[in-house]
């Protein structure tokens, strides 16, 4: 009786397993005589670069300055002077009749951004002004505004400048002008105690460098950040160093003065004055160039961009995902002297070359920033990468927009600053950039 029993249940389980073990057969119907979608990957879109950069362009109010010079294979020689007032002092200590004059020194300090080979020596000048610093026009001074200095120099220093380790710099100054201004102090004379009499007597100061093809040193020019300061020591009752201090100021007086020798370039001006040039890459042996410090922009079209519709009329288009991958020319950059910007973003722009909107991220308000992707073993995995899928959304949508494009941009950082980028053209460079598209095909 337990041997039936148990080969029944033996023979109810097993029914179980063979119907749970068993599906009945799900049929997808027949493939479609004709494909009515299809995803396509693009990489062959063409993008046209250009140099767009300005002769002059506004440097007033600037709270950083670059000073130096320096020699750069692409963009020819750059130069960088700077101009400021400075103040009365805050408080003006009673000096005793028995106090002596020591010197004059102009303090500067860095910002800690510097570009070049900062190995070789530094020749620094500082000049009085000879006029009181006016505008250009506009009620701006520009990068090529200049303004006269009393013949000679008020102080010099020659010598290394290490911007990574020392926050600043001691420039001795004449000690004629010193002992100038000691006696001032001493009085309380107006040109010492009031502002616009200071103004009218000491105008202001120019640093300048010597002709040195070395590198450009960043500078601090916020309020107070640059003082020329007084010593002198009392004798009574004992020795005891003092000093006094004018202080630079921060208004829309203190400029740089920034020039670019492109000898040799091809990047020549169409004109002077406040004039926009636009450079094909053809003409810069199919490079182009980003240096915002300079007033210097890289713009990108895609002239080819119509093809996909026109080649595809039987489909209807729907682009799915656009990004633009940046790469800088092989070469072109390293770590210390030819520095890559850290980070990057677009503004649309067209034939007229005027700046218009800022391309946004994927929220739809905040810029869409592209930060570099260094490749420190090879150089050759070096990027840049935008979704840009919105952008050229709309460009897809209207066939005349061959003349619009995009102006890159340099993001973040000490400003103004001489990181510069160099693209190469589609197809002149193993190393180009590239415009990849994910698009879906939709049979009409």
Known sequence: MMQRKTTGIFLWLTTIVTIACTRNDISFGTTPENEYTRLSYIDSVEIKLATVFADSFPTSGNTNFLLGQYDDPYLGTITGHNTFQLTVPGSIAEIPATA???????????????????????????????????????????????????????????????????????????????????????????????????????????????????????????????VMRVHYHKTIPYHEKQFIDFPSVTNDYAFNHLT???????????????????????????????????????????????????????????????????????????????????????SATDASNLVGYTLTDSTGTATQYARAVIDNLYGEGTYYRFNITSYIGSLLSNLGTERQGLFLRQAGGVTPNLNRLVLSERGKDAYSSQLLLTVMYINK
């Open 100 to 226: 002596i004059f020591d010197s004059l020194s102009l303090i500067v300090r860095l910002n800690g951004y510097y570009y070049g080979d900062t190995t070789q020596p530094l020749n620094i000048q500082v000049k009085e002004l000879a006029t009181p610093i006016t505008y250009s026009y506009n009620n701006k001074l520009y990068n090529t505004s200049t303004i006269a200095t009393r013949s000679g120099t008020l102080g010099e220093k020659n010598g290394r400048i290490y911007p990574g380790i020392f926050d600043s710099i001691l420039i001795k100054l004449d000690d004629a002008k010193g002992l100038e201004l000691f006696n001032k102090l001493r009085s309380r004379a107006a040109e010492v105690t009031s502002e616009t009499e200071f103004l009218n007597y000491f105008y202001g100061l120019t640093l300048t460098t010597g002709n040195t093809d070395a590198f450009m040193l960043g500078i601090n020019a916020a309020a107070s950040q640059i």
């Open 260 to 346: 670019a020798d492109r000898t040799g370039t091809g990047l020549v001006s169409s004109g002077a004055g406040i004039n926009i040039t636009e450079i094909p890459a053809a003409q810069t042996n199919h490079v182009a160039f980003l240096q915002e410090g300079m007033s210097t922009y890289t713009k990108l079209t895609f002239p080819s961009l119509r093809n996909i519709l026109v080649a595809k009329s039987n489909y209807t288009v729907k682009l799915i995902k656009a990004e633009l991958i940046l790469k800088p020319t092989p070469l072109s950059y390293n770590n210390s002297m030819y520095r890559l910007p850290d980070s990057l973003y677009l």
